[in-house]
C-alpha cells in the first residue's frame, strides 16, 4: 500500500471514487442508469468533488447508452472499462407501496469481471476515497480487482465501505475482509443484525437493543473510524472513537427511495474528509438523502438551494 497521504487538489477538491457496479434499473415505468457507486459519485461530483466511476460496461446498445447518460450528468468515462463478452448490467426493480424497491439482478454481465489496468492502478493512487460493497465482490474475479484497487491507494485515502447486501451475493469472508480494509462503514438498520452475525459478534450483543455499544463493537473488531447506520424515515446513527450522534431524520414525502442511501453516503464522506464533526456529518447526509428520496430516480437534476444547504450544514 503506497505511504503516501490523500489530499485535494489545488482547488479544494477531493477525487472521490465509486468503484463497482454500474447498471440499468429497469423499473415498470421505464429503465433509469444506477448501480451504488455511480450514484455515489454524481451526488459527489454535484457537492464540488472529483466524481469518478470506475466499472465495466458491455459494448452493446445499454453500455453505449451509458456513456452518454454520463456525458449529461458531467461524469467522466474515461475509467469505465469495456467488455466485447459480457453484456451491460441490468436489475429489474419493484417498488411497493412505500417507495422501497426490490430487486432482482442479471449475471454474470460486465462488471463481474473487472481487470486491474495501469489506468485503474493510477486512479487508485490518486483517490481521496473510494466507496465500494459487496455486490460487485460476487465474482472472483472483481473481487481480486475491487482489493488490489483499494490497496493500491494512498494510505490516507477513505475507504468507505457501503455494505448493501444484495440476495445472496456475500459472504462471511467478503464481508470480513471489505470491513477491516474500510475507514467508514455504512449500512442500514436491516442490514446491522446481519453484520453482526457475519463478523461474529458475542450472541448478547443487540443491534435492536443497545446499537450504540453494537457499534463502538463493529470500530473495535474492524479499526474503522466512523460506523453510520441508516434509519430510513427515522434518520440515522454515527459512531467514532470519540463519540456517538443520532439524527431523527426529515420529514418529507417520498417518492422512491433508490438512491437515497447513496446519496447519503456521498455527503457523509464530503463532510468526512473536511473534518466535520459527527453531528455536521449526519446532518448533511440526511438532508442529502431526503432530497433524492423526495425526487424520481436516483440522479435528478441538480437542486442548487438543497446542494447548498447541504454544503454549508452544521449541527
Known sequence: MSSSSSLP????????????ELLWDMFPQGRQLGGAPANFAYISSLL???GIVASRLGTDALGEEARRRFQHLRLPTDFLQLDPEHPTGTVQVRLDSGGQPKYEI??????DFFETTPEWRSLAGQASAISYGTLAQRSAASRKTILEFLDAAPAGAVRVFDVNLRQAFYTAEMLRDSARRATVIKLNDEEFPAILKLLEAPAELSATREPRIAMEWVLQTTGAKLVCVTRGACGSLLASPSGFHQHAGLHISVVDTVGAGDAFAAALVHHYLRGAALPAMN????????????CSGATPEPDNRVLEKVRNATA
Open 9 to 20: 487538489s489545488a482547488g479544494g477538491n477531493f477525487t472521490v471514487v465509486g468503484l463497482g
Open 48 to 50: 464540488g468533488d472529483h
Open 106 to 111: 442479471a449475471g454474470p454481465v460486465a462488471w
Open 283 to 294: 446532518e448533511a447526509a440526511n438532508r442529502m438523502g431526503a432530497w433524492v428520496a423526495s
